[in-house]
């Protein structure tokens, strides 16, 4: 039998099955100001296995976590980890429950001030587990298996969102926890280094005999690595099995998330309008020969790319291939090395700052991380942009604001703050937000990142209707592959700074090039 490496955190015994599930939820509640989150879940968690937990945004999936490792008190109930409930455990016994029981959470949570393998080594550094030569030596190991040996001394900042994501799991590992708690680990990667991702944790589950509970919006990457899949709706748990038993239900709201797992359909064709051949259709963006480089490394190596007027354009490709360095150029934030960025019809290196920002203007924004406003409610979020450029009235600019939320069926969160509401609502607002003032071109970076099947799906139809009722021209960085088949006239995939292929998306399904076809068909769901 293999042996198992030992917690370098704590020198208790590890939990055997024999004792039952290594976690048992026992009717949890949970409401913030009245509003019911949790509403009697009960599940078990059993040693060894892997549980993915999905669910629709704001289901109340990543609050269950908190309560599980003890950042939250449930209204009622209890949660027993390692035989003790949580609920009822001070601040040291948390913190040495902790130390069993490690949490990835998904807004990475790493040091600015520290490398990467500083950050790594943190947690068992911190500890006095290890001295700092051979924590850094272990995270070194860690950090090369995951792909990142080239930026162990590097920091966050200089490191690509799927790059953060990679460093956070390696610290959430580096100690050989028994159960960890992964709060949506593959939000923002491509399928590629989803697939990647997915298989570590597989390996590092089956060597480490490592229990998991993993929220996630994948659904091909459930299907990988669940043992148990639990959906969780309106606040309960309303499906409890293997994988294989949500292909089996009858009940809708399991099944509309089974729905979107395959990505490739015969007959791919986008949901939206094809104005491609409009006649007289202006260049929206021209992109000739462009290259830029960041001291000795080369990120984009003669690019050219163009998007026509009335278009939905999709950029695809992995982590650090280029897709944020080419939009930073699009947006006038980042000036080539050599190469013609055109905006409008206007080559933006030849414009004073006020024109450029005059050409911005035209142009709506979403980020990936939804850089809400703590301080105002959502419906002052929205309607922030047409306030302060005095494009409306406080009191139009709230009306408008109410409008364009009821177009993603979130106008009840209207009042709500920020840190009231999850991930993906809030994503869901800061898309309102950029499609306020009525823009011109938008770009969107990873609309639907972070978003369960369902609400994905809503995102996309929003981008459609806007689209075609406005006549934009939208610009997509995507890692999703289902949402790019659905929505996308024309397709560009930017592989190490070069654009490898370029089309309609069915040109995708049919290319011989391993490149992209490992990219595309990375996020079908594996046989069963």
Not at 10 to 27: A, F, M, Q, Y
Not at 155 to 161: F, I, M, Q, V
Not at 476 to 503: K, N, P, Q, W
Request: proline residues 4%; hydrophobic residues 40%.
């Amino acid at each position: 039998m293999t042996e198992i490496p030992k917690n370098l955190l704590t020198s208790d015994e590890r939990w055997p099955s024999e004792k039952g599930p290594v976690i048992r939820i026992r009717n949890v509640c949970h409401e913030f100001d009245g509003l019911e989150v949790l509403k009697g879940v009960d599940l078990d968690i059993e040693v060894g296995k892997t549980t993915v937990i999905v669910g629709v945004s704001g289901s109340g999936k990543s609050v269950l976590m908190k309560i599980i490792n003890g950042l939250l008190k449930p209204t009622s109930g209890s949660v027993e980890v390692f035989g003790s409930d949580v609920t009822k455990m001070n601040k040291l016994e948390l913190q040495v429950l902790r130390r069993r029981l490690s949490t990835m959470f998904q807004n990475y949570a790493l040091f600015d001030s520290m490398t990467v393998v500083e950050n790594v080594s943190f947690p068992v550094v911190q500890n006095k587990a290890l001295k700092e030569k051979e924590a850094n030596l272990l995270s070194s190991k860690l950090l090369t298996d995951l792909g990142l040996a080239d930026v162990q001394d590097a920091y966050p900042s200089a490191l690509s969102g799927g790059m953060k994501k990679r460093v956070a799991l390696a610290r959430t590992i580096v100690s050989n926890p028994e159960v960890v708690l992964f709060d949506d680990p593959t939000t923002g990667l491509d399928p590629v280094m989803t697939e990647f991702v997915d298989q570590m944790l597989l390996n590092i589950s089956k060597k480490y005999h490592l229990t998991s509970v993993i929220v996630s919006h994948n659904m091909a990457s459930t299907f990988r690595l669940a043992d148990t899949v639990a959906v969780l709706h309106q606040g309960k748990i309303i499906a409890v099995g293997e994988p294989k038993s949500l292909l089996e239900s009858t009940d809708p709201n399991v099944l509309s998330f089974v729905d979107r797992i395959s990505i490739v359909e015969d007959n791919a064709a986008p949901v939206a309008k094809d104005n491609l051949n409009k006649e007289n259709a202006e260049t929206i963006v021209n992109i000739k020969g462009l290259r830029k480089s960041f001291g000795e490394r080369e990120i984009l190596k003669g690019v050219d790319f163009e998007v026509t007027e009335g278009s939905i354009s999709v950029l695809i490709g992995g982590s650090g291939a280029g897709k944020s360095v080419l939009m930073k150029h699009i947006l006038g934030i980042m000036t080539p090395d050599t190469g013609l960025v055109e905006l409008f019809g206007k080559d933006i290196s030849t414009l004073k700052k006020g024109d450029v920002n005059a050409l911005r203007s035209k142009i709506g924004m979403l980020f990936q991380h939804s850089a809400l406003f703590d301080s105002m409610s959502v419906g002052e979020n929205v309607a922030f942009p047409l306030v302060e450029r005095r494009l409306a009235s406080e009191k139009e600019a709230k009306y408008r604001a109410l409008e364009i939320l009821k177009t993603l069926k979130i106008e009840d969160l209207f009042d709500r703050m920020p840190a009231d509401i999850s991930n993906g609502q809030q994503k869901r607002v800061a898309l309102c937000r950029a499609l306020i003032t009525e823009p011109k071109l938008m770009v969107y970076d990873e609309p639907t990142t972070g978003q369960d099947p369902i609400m994905s799906e809503y995102v996309e139809e929003m981008i459609v209707d806007v689209h075609e009722t406005f006549d934009f021209t939208s610009i997509i960085i995507s890692h999703d592959m289902a949402s790019t088949f659905r929505i996308a006239h024309r397709v560009a995939m930017l592989y190490r700074g070069e654009i490898i292929a370029e089309g309609p998306p069915k040109t995708f399904l049919e290319s011989e090039d391993e490149r992209v076809r490992e990219f595309v068909f990375a996020s079908q769901m594996t046989d069963l």
